[in-house]
């Protein structure tokens, strides 16, 4: 049971936009900063956003990441069929003491 | 180019030990701080140890006592000895960098661990 919760799917045409939620509390988003990784099938998790809101260079402005209070959204927009992913919020915890992850979202692009 | 290769996995026996190395290059390995993150299959992302670079360790609850994570930095390499091995730790082992502000910004291939009888 995963600390964060994210929805396990969620689905959009290509050339829509969709969200992606990740809901926390006060011991983890709500004092801290939220990181979001896509993993495609059969490779490792790649960063697309961290400290909320900033890409990493190489990550196109079409993702973008926000706060509100103790919860976190990852937005992708002009989706793509190569968007098919599962996608992870993460986040440092401070009544566990560790770094903490969403259950994952797969995002479908029908 | 920032490469993290892991090496060590493999088939061990409930009760068993385990040694991942990560060997690290691109980058000095020394100014970062790293983690090793497990994901079991159609799993999530299961943190599994931190280490900073002053040899700070931290550890996830479920295996703080068994696993303990070191560096060499003259060889830019991370480790994970992993003792008392149970069935859940089954997953694969991926050697990641914390870039800061809270990004793993760079991950390893992954190396598959399996603890079965």
């Known amino acids: 049971q995963s600390v964060l919760t994210q929805p396990p799917s969620v689905s959009a045409a290509p050339g829509q936009k969709v969200t992606i939620s990740c809901s926390g509390s006060s011991s983890n988003i709500g004092t801290g900063s939220v990181s979001w990784y896509q993993q495609l099938p059969g490779t490792a998790p790649k960063v697309l956003i961290y400290?909320?809101?900033k890409r990493p260079s190489g990550i196109p402005d079409r993702f973008s990441g926000s706060k509100s209070g103790t919860s976190g959204t990852l937005g992708i927009s002009g989706l793509q069929t190569g968007d098919e992913a599962d996608y992870y919020c993460?986040?440092?915890?401070?009544?566990?003491?560790?770094?903490?992850f969403g259950g994952g979202t797969k995002l479908t692009v029908l | 180019e920032v490469q993290l290769v892991e090496s060590g996995g493999g088939l061990v026996q409930p009760g068993g030990s385990l040694r991942l190395s990560c060997v690290a290059s691109?980058?000095?390995?020394?100014?970062?701080?790293m983690h090793w993150v497990r994901q079991a299959t159609g799993k999530s992302l299961d943190w599994v140890s931190g280490?900073?670079?002053?040899?700070?360790?931290y550890y996830s609850g479920s295996v703080k006592g068994r696993f303990t994570i070191s560096r060499e930095n003259a060889k830019s390499s991370l480790f994970l000895q992993m003792n008392s091995l149970r069935a859940g730790d089954t997953a694969v082992y991926y050697c990641v960098r914390d870039g800061g502000l809270g990004s793993f910004d760079s991950w390893g291939q992954g190396i598959r661990v399996t603890v079965s009888s």
């Open positions: 993460g986040t440092w915890d401070s009544s566990l003491s560790a770094v903490t």
């Open positions: 280490i900073g670079t002053a040899d700070d360790t």
């Open positions: 400290d909320n809101n």
């Open positions: 691109g980058f000095t390995f020394s100014n970062y701080d």
